[in-house]
């Protein structure tokens, strides 16, 4: 079945640091991407989608572009603050039920001051 | 209210015991889901309505797990018999739209940590 792969955690960066959390996906098509982004206390909420191949979805400073040659869809930032502080989901919506989607593990970034 | 919200926040129970946990939805919202989140796992769907209709149960692990949701509002996911492998934190969310497209956002409660002793 479709699955999600993204990379392990925990991942820790000073402020102002360069991010990326990489993402890759198994599908059988070109389902949509997402990252949702679950802060301390809170529930889970969209970061940012792209819903077709070379798609770039962008929120809050953040972008990833949906590669399908490297089906990847990878999530960065040039300039992370304390804030960002959470843990990061990629997902991606079942081709044949699409309001079905699929996550990876998390990973948990920390950013210090 | 202003977002999905979930209660009880926490649940113990004890093995072989009954629970029942609930979601508020947004207010309107059409579609409701019910997802799973093991200790360091990401979500994982378990059920979805479109209004008061159960559409995919597909998700649900065994059948001691039922949802229902009969007004096409307030749901409530029930295990019965509770087994230590059913510790998790569940999670509700809903979105406004009658399908999903891909592009809807959903929004998703803070989830029901349940610990099975």
């Known amino acids: 079945g479709d699955s999600v792969t993204q990379m392990e955690g925990p991942v820790t960066l000073s402020e102002e640091a360069f991010l990326t959390i990489n993402c890759t996906y198994t599908a059988t098509g070109y389902p949509s991407l997402f990252w949702y982004v679950q802060y301390p206390g809170e529930g889970l909420q969209l970061l940012l989608k792209?819903?077709?191949?070379?798609d770039k979805g962008s929120n809050k400073g953040f972008e990833a572009t949906y590669r399908k040659e490297t089906t990847s869809f990878h999530l960065e930032k040039g300039s992370v603050q304390v804030s960002d502080s959470a843990v990061y989901f990629c997902?991606?919506?079942?081709?044949?039920?699409?309001?079905?989607?699929?996550f990876g593990a998390g990973t948990t970034v920390t950013v210090r001051a | 209210g202003a977002g999905v919200s979930q209660s009880p926040r926490y649940k113990v129970a004890k093995r072989g015991q009954d629970v029942a946990l609930r979601c508020d939805p947004i207010?309107?919202?059409?579609?409701l889901f019910w997802y799973q989140q093991a200790l360091g796992q990401g979500p994982e769907f378990l059920t979805y309505?479109?209004?008061?209709?159960?559409?995919?149960k597909s998700g649900l692990p065994s059948d001691r797990f039922f949802a229902e949701r009969p007004e096409g509002s307030v749901s409530t996911l029930k295990i019965q018999r509770t087994q230590q492998e059913d510790s998790a934190v569940y999670l509700c969310?809903?979105?406004?739209?009658?399908?999903?497209?891909?592009?809807?956002?959903?929004?998703f409660g803070s989830g029901t940590q349940l610990s099975v002793l």
């Open positions: 792209a819903t077709k191949a070379d």
């Open positions: 969310a809903s979105s406004a739209m009658r399908t999903w497209d891909g592009g809807v956002k959903l929004f």
């Open positions: 997902a991606l919506s079942d081709l044949a039920n699409d309001y079905k989607l699929s």
């Open positions: 309505f479109q209004n008061e209709a159960q559409l995919d």
């Open positions: 207010s309107g919202h059409v579609s």
